[in-house]
């Protein structure tokens, strides 16, 4: 049933106009804080740039966080702090947006889950009601027709306990102040960290598009042969020597076998245990076969360095081509322990194997 601020798919099938319309993309919501939180969350939207405030009715925690919809970018801060702390980090989809609730009452009609029961009026704002009902209780939904926005939803358990999850206070359609949508200081010039594609694009100067994710399942269907090639980020200059491969071909993620390792002074590893193998007399010209890998396989390439040492992990076969390419990109050759990425190439101009 209903939940704070999901924004469910909008159905295609005939709805009243107020639950159709597009929703508003410049206001300020003011709204009491969901689940009977001693809050007050103030809403402010202009366009892709957007800003909740979450301030304690009677002590506690004060948060901000603005985001910017348009890069997926957000920045939280304490402002009752002293100096301001500002944090950064990533967002995709659903942000808190007041009027996605109105999404989720659109799906719940159109599926029969809420029917229209009557009007009423709540602080003096006409709205339509909505109510349905399942085994696991009673929603009951507020709407305001003119607005577009729900004004007030409450779930009733079978237990008769009650749940408020929308609690709007004041609506202001159009663009806040300026003031209400800014960035303090303590925020100027921090960065959040990269999305894994601008992290991919980064390191080999390519679109992240090109490259899929060796470490993400499940494996391909199909079967291709493999090149590895080692590189370093950024510059993409090969790794030809100073590394060492190793392969289990007969992992079994439900039977796990048990690994033994050992670390040399200059970094470099020998392998046991299970079916692992080391590989790295087969490197020709800073390169590696491996002819018709399973869909997935555990994998090690250890850039030695002393003290540091590399790891096990698992790689998922992915085939662009009959040979496909198999990229490790080295984050810090001259400090290993940082590690890297492993990329299948699909495209582009690492998917081409270079002679050996």
């Keep these: ?25 410049a206001y300020t919501i003011t709204e009491a804080g969901p689940f009977g939180q001693p809050t007050v969350v103030t809403v402010s939207r202009n366009g892709d740039k957007a800003l909740i405030d979450i301030a304690p009715a009677a002590g506690g925690a004060h948060s901000v966080t603005y985001y910017d919809l348009k890069t997926g970018t957000s920045y939280s801060w304490d402002p009752s702090a ?9 967002f995709s989809g659903d942000w808190g947006d007041p009027f996605a609730m109105t999404a989720e009452v659109t799906a719940s009609v159109a599926k029969g889950e809420l029917k229209l029961t009557g009007n009423d009026t709540l602080n003096g704002v006409p709205v339509k009601v909505y109510e349905g009902s399942s085994p696991q209780g009673k929603s009951r939904v507020l709407l305001d027709p003119k607005a577009n926005l729900v004004m007030k939803a409450t779930f009733t358990g079978g237990n008769g306990a009650s749940m408020t999850m929308a609690d709007v206070k004041k609506v202001v359609l159009g663009p806040p102040p300026a003031s209400a949508i800014a960035l303090p200081a303590a925020c100027a010039g921090q960065k959040a960290e990269p999305t894994e594609a601008e992290r991919i694009a980064a390191e080999t100067g390519e679109p992240a598009a090109n490259f899929v994710n060796a470490i993400y399942g499940p494996g391909s269907k ?14 993409m200059t090969p790794i030809t020597s100073g590394f060492q491969v190793a392969i289990d071909t007969t992992y079994d993620q439900d039977h796990p076998p048990s690994y033994n390792f050992g670390v040399h002074n200059d970094g470099s590893q020998s392998y046991s245990g299970g079916g692992v ?12 076969r491996i002819d018709n890998p399973p869909a997935y396989f555990n994998f090690d390439v250890n850039v030695y360095k002393p003290g540091s040492a590399g790891s096990m992990g ?30 299948w190439v699909k495209a582009g101009k690492y998917a081409v194997v270079p002679a050996r």
Excluded: W
């Design 82 to 90: 002293k100096p301001i702390s500002c944090s950064t980090g990533r």
């Design 1 to 25: 049933m209903l939940r704070l601020h999901v924004l469910a798919a909008l159905a295609a099938l005939a709805l009243p106009a107020s639950l159709v319309a597009q929703a508003p993309t």
């Design 277 to 288: 193998r080391e590989i790295t007399s087969q490197i020709r010209n800073g390169m590696i």
């Design 314 to 343: 698992l790689i998922y076969r992915q085939c662009f081509a009959p040979t496909t390419v198999l990229l490790y990109v080295v984050k810090n050759p001259a400090k290993p322990s940082d590690g890297g990425d492993y990329l």
């Design 222 to 235: 199909s079967s291709c042969s493999v090149v590895l090639r080692v590189l370093s980020a950024g510059t």
